[in-house]
């Protein structure tokens, strides 16, 4: 119970902190964008994996069941493609991750936001084709 009392006394940035996931990376000499995307981007992408995959599912206009991928970068230009031409879908994307955002990191992204937003889509398109075209393992 101690630590239900503990969440209840935190403020928003502090709560967004916390459910984060923590990722080790090697973050040394990396310029601030660099940064931001690792300290920021990576672990908010992995918390909303789920989410994104939802929305990319469920969005209207998405039926990769009528196309036929036979490899990974059929998927990747179909899905780049389809990222670009959806602008709906693209802004509902960003504002997944964006929405999570420490008070602070929105300061950040306001001035950088058409990169970081690049960055955004970048990161979560690698996602979705490594979900749907796994890489093999190392075992077999």
């Known amino acids: 119970m101690g630590s239900l009392v503990l969440i209840v006394e935190m403020n928003r940035d502090e709560l967004i902190q916390h459910i984060r996931p923590r990722l080790v990376l090697d973050i040394t000499d990396a310029k601030p964008l660099e940064a931001f995307q690792n300290e920021t981007l990576r672990p908010i992408l992995k918390l909303q994996n789920e989410v994104t995959q939802a929305l990319m599912r469920n969005h209207k206009n998405y039926k990769p069941e009528l196309l036929s991928f036979d490899t990974r970068q059929q998927y990747e230009t179909y899905l780049s493609k389809y990222i670009q031409t959806n ?54």
Do not use: H
Not at 105 to 134: C, G, H, W
């Open 87 to 140: 602008i709906d879908f693209k802004n509902q994307l960003i504002g997944v991750i964006v929405g999570l955002f420490t008070t602070k990191e929105m300061l950040q992204y306001k001035s950088q936001a058409k990169e970081l937003n690049r960055r955004i889509v970048q990161m979560q398109l690698k996602r979705y084709v490594d979900t749907a075209f796994p890489e093999p393992s190392i075992d077999s």
